[in-house]
T-cell receptor, first 114, second 113 residues
Framework: KAGVTQTPRYLIKTRGQQVTLSCSPI?????VSWYQQTPGQGLQFLFEYFSETQRNKGNFPGRFSGRQFSNSRSEMNVSTLELGDSALYLC?????????????FGEGSRLTVL | QQQVKQSPQSLIVQKGGISIINCAYE??????FPWYQQFPGKGPALLIA?????SEKKEGRFTISFNKSAKQFSLHIMDSQPGDSATYFCAASMYQGAQKLVFGQGTRLTINP
C-alpha cells in the first residue's frame, strides 16, 4: 500500500510569490491534515480536511489556505510568501472518522523563501 | 493551555541504556497522547500512543508512562540501540470534530555504540 505522497519535495521561492503544495493520502483515507515544521516553532497544525470540508484550522494567517478534492487529494497554498514561511510542510492522512486513528505522515515539502 | 512541554531537548545514551523523555500538558481535555519518531529527511511516524484511562502501555522496548493527576507522560526506551537515534515528539489531542495534534518541541536522541 503506497504511503502519503507529497510533491514537490523541495522548492525555492522568493518573497511575495505564492506556492502550491500537493498531497496524495493513503488510498481509502478521507482525512488529510497539514503541519508546518520549523526548528524554532516545531510542528504546528495548519488545517484538516475531511470529505472536501475543512474541519479544523490552526492559528495561521489567511495567506495559508487549502482544499481537498473528491478523490481526497489535497493542496495547500501560501500566498505572498515571507521569509518566515521557510519550513518543512508535512501532510498526514488518517482513515476512519473518529479521533483515534493513526496519522500517517508524508516526507514533506521543504520550502525555502529567499 | 494548548501547549505540550517536552524535555530534554537533546539526550545522549549509551547502547543498552534506558532513554527517558518527558512531556507535560495543561489542558485536561486532551484525551489522546501519541509519541512520534522522526528520522532525518523523513516525516514523523507513530511509535506508540496512550489514552488517559491507563497508566502505562508497553510495545516491545517502548513504554509510555502516564500520570493523569500530574498531567505528565513519558517515553521510556529500554535497551536503547544506535538505530533508535532520531528525534522524538510527544503530542496530545482532543476531539473537536477533528484530530488536531499539539506537539512538543522534540528531543534529539543519540545512542552511542
Amino acid at each position: 500500500k503506497a504511503g502519503v505522497t507529497q510533491t514537490p519535495r523541495y522548492l525555492i521561492k522568493t518573497r511575495g510569490q505564492q506556492v502550491t503544495l500537493s498531497c496524495s493520502p493513503i488510498s481509502g483515507h478521507r482525512s488529510v491534515s497539514w503541519y508546518q515544521q520549523t526548528p524554532g516553532q516545531g510542528l504546528q497544525f495548519l488545517f484538516e480536511y475531511f470529505s472536501e470540508t475543512q474541519r479544523n484550522k490552526g492559528n495561521f494567517p489567511g495567506r495559508f489556505s487549502g482544499r481537498q478534492f473528491s478523490n481526497s487529494r489535497s493542496e495547500m497554498n501560501v500566498s505572498t510568501l515571507e521569509l518566515g514561511d521557510s519550513a518543512l510542510y508535512l501532510c498526514a492522512s488518517r482513515g476512519g472518522t473518529a479521533n483515534t486513528g493513526e496519522l500517517f505522515f508524508g516526507e514533506g515539502s521543504r520550502l525555502t523563501v529567499l | 493551555q494548548q501547549q505540550v512541554k517536552q524535555s530534554p531537548q537533546s539526550l545522549i545514551v549509551q547502547k543498552g541504556g534506558i532513554s527517558i523523555i518527558n512531556c507535560a500538558y495543561e489542558n485536561t481535555a486532551f484525551d489522546y497522547f501519541p509519541w512520534y519518531q522522526q528520522f532525518p529527511g523523513k516525516g514523523p511516524a507513530l511509535l506508540i500512543a496512550i489514552r488517559p484511562d491507563v497508566s502505562e502501555k508497553k510495545e516491545g522496548r517502548f513504554t509510555i508512562s502516564f500520570n493523569k493527576s500530574a498531567k505528565q507522560f513519558s517515553l521510556h526506551i529500554m535497551d536503547s540501540q544506535p538505530g533508535d537515534s532520531a528525534t522524538y515528539f510527544c503530542a496530545a489531542s482532543m476531539y473537536q470534530g477533528a484530530q488536531k495534534l499539539v506537539f512538543g518541541q522534540g528531543t534529539r536522541l543519540t545512542i552511542n555504540p
